[in-house]
């Protein structure tokens, strides 16, 4: 599943970093390299980083390995559910049936 994030970097991103993003990176302690992410840059210290799989701080391991520092991370979307930007940390809403839908979900109604 995809999840997009917001990402403020410590240093400006190097040029060759939405292609080496794109090919995959090779993650510190880690066999295989990181499936293809896509990389937006948004100003030269932030930028919007979609990956399509979730490890262990994975965003801020890709960018240590391409010698850069996370120093503000934002979750965006995760698949087609786009967060709420309303809502304070702790706080949720409800999903609506399409948004259950979109991670593969059958909605639980009750029955009557």
Do not use: C, W
């Amino acid at each position: 599943m995809r999840k997009t994030y917001l990402v403020t970097l410590e240093n400006p991103v190097d040029e060759q970093t939405a292609e080496q993003f794109a090919k995959g990176v090779q993650l510190h302690n880690e066999k295989d390299l990181t499936k293809p992410a896509r990389l937006e840059v948004l100003t030269p210290t932030e930028v919007r980083l979609t990956i399509s799989e979730g490890r262990y701080h994975q965003v801020k391991r890709m960018f240590a390995a391409v010698g850069n520092h996370v120093v503000g991370l934002h979750r965006e979307r995760i698949g087609d559910i786009m967060l709420d930007e309303s809502l304070e940390p702790g706080e949720y809403r409800p999903l609506t049936e399409d948004e259950i839908a979109s991670v593969g979900l059958q909605h639980a109604r009750s029955k009557t």
